[in-house]
């Protein structure tokens, strides 16, 4: 079992930069892919950025926020980040860390809210 933590969300106004950040309760977490997905009010999960194991050497982004986000991961601690800068209102939603082994983990999710 892997547990995963996220922290960092929070209010913030259209143009400004939050960082995500999801701790795993395992060092095991670090061979594996991880990314961040999130789910808007009526919408379904969708992926916002996934990064590779090992290295992290590997990215890849939504569209909707290619240039603005950027994933990266610290192995020694453990921990995937999810920098965002230049927020817009429509990234508004619920942000959920995942970890796919032959199970698929999720954290519990953290909200981020943009507006004025």
């Known amino acids: 079992q892997v547990q995963l933590v996220e922290s960092g969300g929070g209010l913030v106004q259209p143009g400004g930069s939050l960082r995500l950040s999801c701790a795993a309760s395992?060092?095991?977490?670090?061979?594996?892919?991880m990314g961040w997905y999130r789910q808007a009010p009526g919408k379904q999960r969708e992926l916002v950025a996934i990064?590779?194991?090992?290295?992290?050497?590997?990215?890849n982004y939504a569209d909707s926020v290619k240039g603005r986000f950027t994933i990266s991961r610290d192995n020694a601690k453990n921990t995937v980040y999810l920098q965002m800068n230049n927020l817009k209102p429509d990234d508004t939603a619920v942000y959920y860390c995942?970890?796919?082994?032959?199970?698929?983990?999720w954290g519990q999710g953290t909200q981020v809210t943009v507006s004025s």
């Open positions: 995942n970890l796919r082994t032959t199970v698929n983990y």
């Open positions: 395992r060092s095991i977490a670090s061979i594996y892919v």
């Open positions: 990064i590779s194991g090992g290295s992290g050497s590997i990215t």
